[in-house]
């Protein structure tokens, strides 16, 4: 069974910074593509980041870029989100989540998702 599990959220000052994590498992992460998504209140769900299987290829979203950084980590079977320079309308519960094929945006993309983790930033 393939389980994504994030973790890392939380409280946090505007200006502060938070890293996430998503750790994967029932899958053979590195044949995977990885995705962070995250949703308001009120919202979409929309994309953040994404990163190629063997982590050389990253995408951003515009308004994020210099802000958050994607990594992975295969060894351990982990994607990673740094963020910085948070800003009170980054609060979202951020969800990870694993495509098959080419990292992308776009939602219907990702095979497996994540229950998501919370991030509430203080103004």
């Known amino acids: 069974q393939v389980q994504l599990v994030e973790s890392g959220g939380g409280l946090v000052q505007a200006g502060g910074s938070l890293r996430l994590s998503c750790a994967a498992s029932?899958?053979?992460?590195?044949?995977?593509?990885a995705g962070w998504f995250r949703q308001a209140p009120g919202k979409e769900r929309e994309f953040v980041a994404a990163?190629?299987?063997?982590?050389?290829?990253?995408y951003y979203t515009d308004s994020m870029k210099g802000r958050f950084t994607i990594s992975r980590d295969n060894a351990k079977n982990t994607v990673y989100l740094q963020m910085s320079s948070l800003k009170p309308e980054d609060t979202a519960v951020y969800y990870c989540?694993?495509?098959?094929?080419?990292?992308?945006?776009?939602?219907?993309?990702?095979?497996?998702w994540g229950q998501g983790t919370q991030v509430t930033v203080s103004s």
């Open positions: 029932g899958l053979t992460f590195s044949n995977y593509a």
């Open positions: 989540a694993a495509a098959s094929s080419y990292y992308a945006s776009a939602r219907t993309r990702y095979d497996y």
């Open positions: 990163i190629s299987q063997n982590g050389n290829g990253k």
